[in-house]
Nanobody, 117 residues
Framework: QVQVVESGGGLVQPGGSLRLSCAASGSTRTIYKMGWYRQAPGKQRELVAT???????DFADSVRGRFTISRDNAKDTVYLQMDSLKPDDTAVYYC???????????WGQGTQVTVSS
């Protein structure tokens, strides 16, 4: 059974930085895409950033230039470096491990990020 576990959320002031970590375990198959999504209160879950096993990245326009995604394919881990944080970045951040159309997608339990003074 695939498990996805996030860590690194917390409270930070506007303009500050946080680094989220995520590790997937329980499968020997290659994870096609790993990444981060977020959900703010009263809003739908949205893409933040993803990275494929080939290194192709995708970012939400709202975080491009402020957030960086990195991935260690050998360890099935993905990281999200968040800089210049804004109150609008406040949300629960979820990690996703996508094994493709046959392998399925797996979610972590989420980690809270709060940007407030």
């Amino acid at each position: 059974q695939v498990q996805v576990v996030e860590s690194g959320g917390g409270l930070v002031q506007p303009g500050g930085s946080l680094r989220l970590s995520c590790a997937a375990s329980g499968s020997t198959r290659t994870i096609y895409k790993m990444g981060w999504y977020r959900q703010a209160p009263g809003k739908q879950r949205e893409l933040v950033a993803t990275k494929t096993s080939a290194g192709i990245t995708d970012f939400a326009d709202s975080v491009r230039g402020r957030f960086t995604i990195s991935r260690d394919n050998a360890k099935d881990t993905v990281y999200l470096q968040m800089d210049s944080l804004k109150p609008d970045d406040t949300a629960v951040y979820y990690c996703n491990a996508d094994f493709g159309p046959i392998g399925g997608r797996f979610w972590g339990q989420g980690t809270q990020v709060t940007v407030s003074s």
